[in-house]
């Protein structure tokens, strides 16, 4: 499984926007991004994916580098409800049986 | 409610006990996930079953025996229970087996303290 890379914690303030960052070189084309995550005492929580555009939803943005190696999770403004551990994920696409592979994720404080 | 649902949510028990962790979604999925979630707080893979059919299997020991009546459910039976077996286990879903194309439904989680 491609591997990515995700600091071990950031924090932000309530109501600012938080940009969570994820580096994944060894991208290949079929691998969509995917991103996870864990509330306390909770079961992870699918957030967004994407192949190569950039793509929005209720919950989150998420933008995808040109070249596929990095990709930013973007929460429009932080609520206290947003802390948590959250993973960025290579799943491979196509055929093939794909699965999650959960790296350590990074661990979100958010401060009122 | 829409949801994948495990039970129990708590399970305490002896080493050397057999015991049983039960999922079901009720989302019209195909395929069903167990993932081990240990102290250290790592997510690992340890089943997948796509229409009652088993497609993975994460070299997990066998005394661990998942059984799939129908697409809706996924249980997990776990023999002679060992310390190391303590974690967090989660049951999951998604539409298709094929990835990327869509999100994991993931349950509450079952705490399983062996002691």
């Known amino acids: 499984d491609a591997k990515t890379t995700q600091p071990n914690s950031m924090e932000s303030n309530e109501e600012e926007p938080v940009h969570l960052p994820c580096n994944h070189s060894t991208i290949s084309g079929t691998d969509y991004i995917h991103w996870y995550r864990q509330l306390p005492s909770q079961g992870p929580e699918y957030v967004i994916h994407g192949l190569t555009s950039n793509v929005n939803n209720r919950m989150a943005s998420l933008a995808i580098a040109e070249d596929r190696k990095s990709s930013t999770l973007i929460l429009h403004r932080a609520t206290l409800r947003d802390a948590a551990v959250y993973y960025c994920i290579l799943f491979l696409g196509g055929t093939s049986y794909g699965k999650l592979t959960f790296g350590q994720g990074t661990i979100l404080t958010v401060h009122p | 409610d829409t949801a994948v649902s495990q039970t129990p949510k708590y399970l305490v028990t002896q080493m050397g006990n057999d015991k049983s962790i039960k999922c079901e979604q009720n989302l019209g999925h195909d395929t069903m996930y167990w993932y081990k979630q240990d102290s250290k707080k790592f997510l690992k893979i340890m089943f997948s079953?796509?229409?009652?059919?088993?497609?993975i299997n994460e070299t997990v020991p066998n005394r661990f025996s998942p059984k799939s009546p129908d697409k809706a459910h996924l249980n997990l039976h776990i023999n002679s229970l060992e310390l190391g077996d303590s974690a967090v286990y989660f049951c999951a879903s998604s539409p298709v087996v094929t990835g990327g194309l869509n999100g994991y439904t993931f349950g509450s989680g079952t705490r399983l303290t062996v002691v």
């Open positions: 079953y796509n229409n009652k059919e088993l497609i």
